[in-house]
């Protein structure tokens, strides 16, 4: 994430100017990464996953949100929807996944997770045949290019993260068969894979669009 950082800030510099706020953007989302991956390193293992759990999702309410800026960059439309909603996305998720207000009694990891993935799947539409990719699509060729390599890591990269919930929130639930398929540890070793491939992915993406233009 450090190294991801680096780069994307040092072609910054050799970038057309209109793209340097997206770079700048590439390198806060892996920067804010390395910083919580500092912090989550020191968390591991001592016997608390609620701080882990806690870490992980400040992240995520900081670099969701960037990356959907870096939307916002290309295609200049439905930026307070997609925060919105990836917003809603990662507090639900949280809900479940940290056991705070479990106002659906045992249910409760389900249907925050439900609600969540209803969030999640909103974006995708946004990007797949919503507003982003209307306004991609008129763009022209190398910004729709970009929103359709942007889109396959929210549908698979992204994806990644509900597989670590099933697995972490799996105790006592109908979806317990998950735990039982990997240790809970899993969890984690597949947040950390979905990060890297996410959060480098996506400033990568840019950083082609950007460097042939
Ligand atoms: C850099 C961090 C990223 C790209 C994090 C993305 C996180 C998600 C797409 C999380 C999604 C979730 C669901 C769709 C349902 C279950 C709860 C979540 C929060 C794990």
């Known amino acids: 994430m450090l190294g991801a950082t680096l780069f994307f800030f040092s072609v910054m510099n050799m970038v057309d100017d209109k793209w340097k706020t997206s770079m700048l953007v590439a390198g806060l989302i892996t920067g804010i990464a390395a910083l919580h ?11 608390d996953d ?28 439905g930026l307070s929807k997609m925060i919105t909603a990836s917003v809603v996305m990662l507090v639900t998720g949280y ?8 106002v659906f009694g045992s249910a409760s990891p389900a249907v925050w997770g439900l609600i969540s993935g209803l969030a999640y799947f909103y974006i995708v539409n946004e990007v797949y045949q919503g507003d982003v990719a209307k306004a991609a699509k008129k763009a022209g060729k190398k910004i729709e290019n970009a929103n359709t390599l942007l889109l ?3 549908v698979i990269g992204w994806g990644i993260y509900p597989l670590g919930y099933l697995i972490g929130t799996a105790d006592g639930q109908w979806y317990s068969f998950m735990a ?21 992915g996506f400033g990568l993406v840019v950083w082609a669009a950007a460097k042939d233009s």
């Open 152 to 154: 396959r890591f929210v």
């Open 180 to 200: 039982d398929l990997v240790s809970t540890d899993a969890r984690d070793l597949i947040y950390n894979v979905g990060d890297a491939i996410n959060k480098i």
């Open 95 to 102: 809900f479940g996944e940290a056991s705070v207000l479990s």
């Open 50 to 77: 609620g701080v882990l759990t806690a870490y992980r999702y400040v992240d995520w309410i900081l670099t969701v949100p960037l990356m959907c800026v870096e939307f916002y960059l290309l295609t200049k439309t």
């Open 37 to 47: 991956y500092y912090y989550m390193r020191g968390a591991a293992g001592v016997g």
